[in-house]
């Protein structure tokens, strides 16, 4: 089981703006990294650190941090971030863990 | 731009050992931290261990018994060796360039290989 959580499944309405989660307590010492997943396709980094954006990442995206929860938010979600998203930082132990994943929906 | 290309047979027999390979283009593995992750058909991601250019490992605690990472810095290449496999190793393996931040982390996997299914079936 992971020690990240996130919910699986969440939906907005085109152009509107949609936040999504991911708990842990190792979260309180680690910043967390998420990444882009579309169908047949490799993890996209989306956002790292505090809240960087790797080049050709549009601005829509950005990341946030409290306590246990770090979270990713897309302001005027478009049709084409409809995908998983996952989240990424370090456990209790110091491995790289990985949250479930959320599935965006974008209508 | 860096690219990674991951390469290997796509079936495995169980018990056998999976061997991946992961070639690095466009940059150097010297001076990064090199890592593989694997996906389950419709789950999600799992971190299986890393190795720095310098040949140093850390490998997930669930798996650590039966993997080994290398490096080959003159091939610019990495490797992935993965023991006793069972079905349940079935997966999409990728090869990912872990970038490793000192204090409080915000470590990222920046450039990734687009994938090989591995089959562990008889």
């Known amino acids: 089981s992971s020690e990240l959580t996130q919910d699986p499944a969440v939906s907005v309405a085109l152009g509107q703006t949609v936040r999504i989660t991911c708990q842990g307590d190792?979260?309180?010492?680690?910043?967390a990294s998420w990444y882009q997943q579309k169908p047949g396709q490799a993890p996209v980094l989306v956002i790292y650190?505090?809240?960087n954006r790797p080049s050709g990442i549009p601005d829509r995206f950005s990341g946030s941090s409290s306590g246990n929860t770090a979270s990713l938010t897309i302001t005027g979600a478009q049709a084409e971030d409809e995908a998983d998203y996952y989240c990424n930082s370090r456990d209790s132990s110091g491995n790289w863990v990985f949250g479930g994943g959320t599935k965006l929906t974008v209508l | 731009q860096v690219q990674l290309q991951e390469s290997g047979p796509g079936l495995v027999k169980p018990s056998e050992t999976l061997s991946l390979t992961c070639t690095v283009s466009g940059g150097s593995i010297s001076s990064y931290y090199w890592s593989w992750i694997r996906q389950p058909p419709g789950k999600g991601l799992e971190w299986i261990g890393y190795i720095y250019y310098s040949g140093s490992t850390n490998y997930n605690p669930s798996l650590k018994s039966r993997v080994t990472i290398s490096v080959d810095t003159s091939k610019n290449q990495f490797s992935l060796k993965l023991s006793s496999v069972t079905a349940a190793d079935t997966a999409v393996y990728y090869c990912a360039r872990l970038i490793a931040v000192a204090g409080l982390g915000g470590d990222y996997f920046d450039y990734w290989g687009q994938g090989t299914l591995v089959t562990v079936s008889s």
């Open positions: 650190g505090k809240n």
């Open positions: 190792s979260l309180r010492s680690y910043y």
